[in-house]
T-cell receptor
Framework: GENVEQHPSTLSVQEGDSAVIKCTYS??????FPWYKQELGKGPQLIID?????GEKKDQRIAVTLNKTAKHFSLHITETQPEDSAVYFC?????????????FGQGTELSVKP | DGGITQSPKYLFRKEGQNVTLSCEQN?????MYWYRQDPGQGLRLIYY???????QKGDIAEGYSVSREKKESFPLTVTSAQKNPTAFYLC????????????FGPGTRLTVT
């Protein structure tokens, strides 16, 4: 089945620096790739997503890039702020796109130091 | 306010007891999902439902049961057969026939002793 690998598992940056989190997926038929932010003790919140017919998408300080050939996608956060500190999850649709199912990466704990 | 509610936020049970976690949504979404999250881990799918009166097992369904009698509600029962039930449980919903964005509830932290 589909497998999503996420790296790094932890990431520490200085406030104002950029942060990049990478995910690889195994199923070339995957066509939807969301990113979620989870703060401590809360449910994940969708922050940005990209579909397979697009190579890049931006929303203010966050952007996602997709390389379908290499089967990887990345989250880029620029000008990081302490409130960006959270766990970030990537996800991809599984093989045969079973309804709305998503396969999640293991998560990246981002720490932004003031 | 549209959204997904889960109750209670914290739940404590003794080993051997069944417990039911509530999930309600007023987003008019057809599909609903239950995930389990262990410390430092990703999200693992327990059950999902794309339509009322129908649901499918996810990757870790053993020891859990669900029902979908109403579009708005998707309760999860953690049975005594679940060997390690202590975890953070998350409910989500989306429009049917993905891929569509999944929206998550605030979660229920279940502790079984």
């Amino acid at each position: 089945g589909e497998n999503v690998e996420q790296h790094p598992s932890t990431l520490s940056v200085q406030e104002g620096d950029s942060a990049v989190i990478k995910c690889t997926y195994s199923d070339s038929a995957s066509n939807y790739f969301p990113w979620y932010k989870q703060e401590l003790g809360k449910g994940p919140q969708l922050i940005i997503d990209i579909r397979s017919n697009v190579g890049e998408k931006k929303d203010q300080r966050i952007a996602v890039t997709l390389n379908k050939t290499a089967k990887h996608f990345s989250l880029h956060i620029t000008e990081t702020q302490p409130e960006d500190s959270a766990v970030y999850f990537c996800a991809a649709t599984p093989i045969y796109n079973q309804g709305g199912k998503l396969i999640f990466g293991q998560g990246t704990e981002l720490s932004v130091k003031p | 306010d549209g959204g997904i509610t889960q109750s209670p936020k914290y739940l404590f049970r003794k080993e051997g007891q069944n417990v039911t976690l509530s999930c309600e949504q007023n987003l008019n979404h057809d599909a609903m999902y239950w995930y389990r999250q262990d410390p430092g881990q990703g999200l693992r799918l327990i059950y999902y439902s794309q339509i009322v009166n129908d649901f499918q097992k996810g990757d870790i369904a053993e020891g859990y049961s669900v029902s979908r009698e109403k579009k708005e509600s998707f309760p999860l029962t953690v049975t005594s057969a679940q060997k390690n039930p202590t975890a953070f449980y998350l409910c989500a919903s989306s429009l049917d026939r993905g891929p569509y964005e999944q929206y998550f509830g605030p979660g229920t932290r279940l502790t079984v002793t």
